[in-house]
Structure formats: structure tokens, C-alpha cells
């Protein structure tokens, strides 16, 4: 059913009753877990597994379409998108802090077992964490791309985002309802933009 109507109507709908709720989030499903595996790497290291992710993310969809507004100048796409990206990073730093503090009222790591010359640290080592520099770098990087996709008229903006999730020109072309050339276009003037800002 979803399918015939747009965001707006969906919307519309929910504010007259809760029971449509449920075709917003089976419109977006595949949107969602495809949004939730660019946070799984980090997710697995705090012990949050994809459907977890797509829980948080289903919530954070909840709260959007609650504070939504059809008169604010950008899309329910975007706005939903950020939305639930935010959620997504907000509970993944709960859990990395949640287990800092965990790790503060343990046993040090530099405690050398008994009988060797080894610590704790070199039992448990894992070569796959994450570190605070990279970390760092990665938040730098998603600022910049942030203001990049502000900078960028709003419909290649989407169409651009889309692409980035890893939707064909197929799949974006039935989304948005528009040809392949405006896609192609859209796509060759995000990245002539890209080019001039580096």
C-alpha cells in the first residue's frame, strides 16, 4: 500500500491514528539495515549486534516522524535520515562510555600475571579496536561531509546521499520517481563540487 502514496500522506495518516505507523517503518526497512551496517563494525566492538542497530534506528524513526514538520525546507528523507544516523552514533558513544567506565573499576591491564613476564593486556590484546585517534578522524570526516551535503541543492544532495548507501540508479530512480539522467547529472555535479572543495 505504501508504495502508492508519498511521505507526506503516510504522515498525514499517522497523525490521524498510530496504526500507520507501521507502513513507514516496512517502507524504510531496507533503507534502515542498509543505514545500520555502516555503524556495525563499531557496533560489534561494544556488543550491540545489526538488529540491535535496527532498533535504535526504528526508534530514532518514531521520534522523527513525531517531530516532523511538512513547512521546514528539506525533506522527510533527509530530515529522517539524520535523524536516525544521530540516534545511531548518540547510543553507540553510550556504550563505548558505559564500557570506559567499566574498564576504570577493573583490574589494570598492565598487571603482570604471576610467574611471567606477560601482562593481562598481552593476553587480550585486539588488534581490531577502536582507536581514540581514528575515532577522531572519522568524526572530522563525517563533519565535513555534513557540511559538504549542505552545501549541495537539495535534490542531488538526496540523490547523492542514496548513492552513498549503496542504491543502484535503478533503485533511486523508482524511489525519487525520476529518470537516470537527472541521477547521472546529479551525481556528476556532486562530485565536480567535491573536486573544488579539496
Avoid at 505507523?21 to 557496533?43: D, G, H, I, Q
Amino acid at each position: 500500500m505504501y508504495k502508492y502514496l508519498n511521505d507526506n500522506e503516510i504522515i498525514y495518516m499517522i497523525n490521524e491514528s498510530d496504526d500507520y505507523v507501521e507502513l513507514l517503518l516496512e517502507k524504510y526497512k531496507p533503507f534502515l539495515t542498509k543505514l545500520c551496517r555502516k555503524y556495525l563494525s563499531y557496533a560489534n566492538k561494544v556488543g550491540l549486534e545489526l538488529e540491535d542497530l535496527i532498533q535504535i534506528a526504528n526508534i530514532g524513526l518514531i521520534n522523527c516522524i513525531k517531530y516532523y514538520k511538512n513547512n521546514i525546507n528539506t525533506s522527510f528523507f533527509t530530515y529522517m535520515t539524520r535523524c536516525i544516523e544521530n540516534n545511531l552514533k548518540t547510543e553507540l558513544r553510550k556504550e563505548l562510555t558505559y564500557k570506559k567506565r567499566t574498564l576504570n573499576i577493573s583490574i589494570s591491564l598492565d598487571e603482570v600475571i604471576q610467574g611471567t613476564d606477560a601482562t593481562l593486556l598481552d593476553l587480550i590484546k585486539d588488534d581490531k579496536a577502536i582507536n581514540p585517534v581514528d575515532y577522531l578522524v572519522i568524526e572530522e570526516k563525517e563533519i565535513e561531509y555534513v557540511n559538504f551535503i549542505n552545501s549541495l541543492p537539495f535534490e542531488v544532495a538526496v540523490i547523492f546521499e542514496m548513492k552513498n548507501q549503496g542504491f543502484t540508479s535503478n533503485e533511486i530512480s523508482k524511489f525519487l520517481d525520476i529518470n537516470k539522467k537527472e541521477i547521472n547529472k546529479s551525481m556528476q555535479y556532486a562530485r565536480n563540487r567535491l573536486c573544488l572543495s579539496k
